[in-house]
């Protein structure tokens, strides 16, 4: 992470600029009153101030009242007001860069204010002086030139996919297919960076003897991470273009945790009413289960086995009880963690800090809540859905000696179909 | 204080502060509110949503959810025990004495036929109630904040404001407890300030309930540019995740 470079007034114009109604509330009802700082799984590892919520926001908040507030601007020292230095930017860096914005914190505050907001404020404006890790910038930057380049990389693409497909109608159903971008489907399934996200899913859609296509894109943002608005809609903008062009009747997205809550909770704002439904691939397998479209074998998981709620699927888009009900059926010993849920302690993956080498260390300690909820339930197997909690409680596993295995729903869900093989 | 009943052998300062500054505190405590309601209105509106799950399905249940959450902090009764304990008994005394307070301007128990002496005593029980209630918990709010984490949170303002409701608490609670004020001689006065005219000065509240009135005017004047703004803004920032 570099030094303040010149662009201090960039820095200064990004956050004053940014004018919206929780903002406006934010800035002015926060108490202090410190209920927050025991919902951060930074802050309860590490004990550093800068990972309490309330003071990240504070921070910021500072920097605001200066500019914003009455009191703020003739009685500075009154609340603090200030004008950032080197000092003060060095603390800022690590207060937003060390949060994986699973708004935790919101859940406590007696005003459900969103720390996360202001992390996202934070690190746009901290990306003028250059104040964040490169790799992010580096991943954003790859990926909406993938998406400039579409049509030169579909014939790739096409090849891989269609490996893929061999291999499958080989080891699952010679009958199964998996088109790239064909018209009249109705699910444009967008997978992630790896075939892990599309084989289980090809095999699901084949049992459920589904009308799908897989998108060209994937469903990962790397500019929400960066706070970037115009850049994350840009990338998302790729996925909804082609779905419209292909007249498909619903956009289902993988296991990623962000990617889900922006599909839920962002597309409206950045693109108004659609022509099509938006879900996640875990409300598919559960409507498949209801309709009657997919059978699950029972209890083919002996060990105990348990769930992690991801933060951005669960207290954000509220994906509670469908991996719950796959799990009830597969496992012969299914264990609740305590708290879960909305309580759920993030397990310190989240806010694009997997990508990033610096920050291992942080986000192992970070994770040092989790690590002692799965200790204590007792599971050999920790289920979640989300990529990178998978990435995270895997780094977990290995740097804390918990000896699990960490699994995908969708996997075991694609595991446990029970399919006829012979069917043409 | 001299008071003789004549509002003209007050001091200077004694004729500011009862005669002219109630005035202005409550022009600038209605008129901030203004203000500050214009400000959060005024901010663009996000179709983006901030729902934390689970969130109520339709309008009005989420309207009930809000407002119940508030009237007994639920969240903070699940995240921090003793600060909610703190917190809300110190809000509940607050709003007890402010109910007390309307008997100044209107006398609703008198109009509920309640005699004289039986609204005394109810006066004097709930008053005393809501006045412990009130001002023991500051001190424990105040207390923590010199230590740990909240004293890195806490700012100048977050440690005048205790220290004003401490001393609005204190000299109230004096009041109430080692004087006897008598109701119509507030009633009296506060009648001349509706009536721009210049009512004698409660003579039993004496110098405790000119500092007491001193306070509240500052508290007034401060709050809706401060955090206590809270006490307004805390609804719209909850309903933002039952969206």
Known sequence: ??????????????????????????LDICTRCGACTHACHFYEASGERIHAPAYRAELLRRLLRKRKNLIGRFFPWFVEAKDPDDSFLDELERAMWECTGCRRCAVYCPFDIDAAWFISLGRKALLELKRGPEILVELADADIQ???MVDFLKEMYVERIKEIEERLRKEFSPSLRITVEQEGSRVLYVPLAGEHTIVPAAKLFHAANESWTLSLFTASNYAFFLGDAERAKKMAGNIV???????????????????????FKFWDEWFGELPFERVSILQLIDQYMKQGRIRLKKGILKDPVTYHDPCNLGRNSGLYEEPRKVLNIISTDFREMNPNRKRNWCCGGGGGLVAVPELKKVRMKAGKMKVEQIKRVGAKIVVTACENCLLQLRDLNEHYGLGVEIRSLLDLTAQALQVDRDSA | MSGKGRASALSPLEYLLLYITPYISVTVFVGGIFYKLHGWFSAPRTSIKLTIHPAPQNEVSKVISTLSDLLVFADLMRSNFSLWLGAWSMHLGLFMALIGHIRMFYDYLAALGIPAETAEKISHTGGGIAGILFMTPLFYLFARRWGGIIKELSTPEDYFDLFLLIAIAVTGNHMRFFQHVNLEELQTYFMGLFTFTQAPPPKSG??????????????????????????????????????
């Open chain 1, 1 to 26: 992470m570099e030094k303040t470079e010149g662009g201090l007034g960039k820095f200064l114009d990004t956050l004053t600029s940014a004018s919206n109604r929780p903002l406006a509330y934010y």
């Open chain 1, 146 to 148: 993938k998406g400039e």
């Open chain 1, 241 to 263: 273009k082609e779905a419209k062009e292909l007249g498909v009747k619903v956009v289902a997205f993988p296991e990623c945790g962000h990617a889900t809550r922006t599909l």
């Open chain 2, 206 to 243: 004496g110098l405790l309930f000119l500092l007491h009135y001193a306070l509240v005017q500052l508290l007034m004047v401060y709050l809706p540019f401060g955090r206590i703004s809270h006490l307004i803004g805390g609804y719209f920032s909850k309903h933002l995740t039952k969206r």
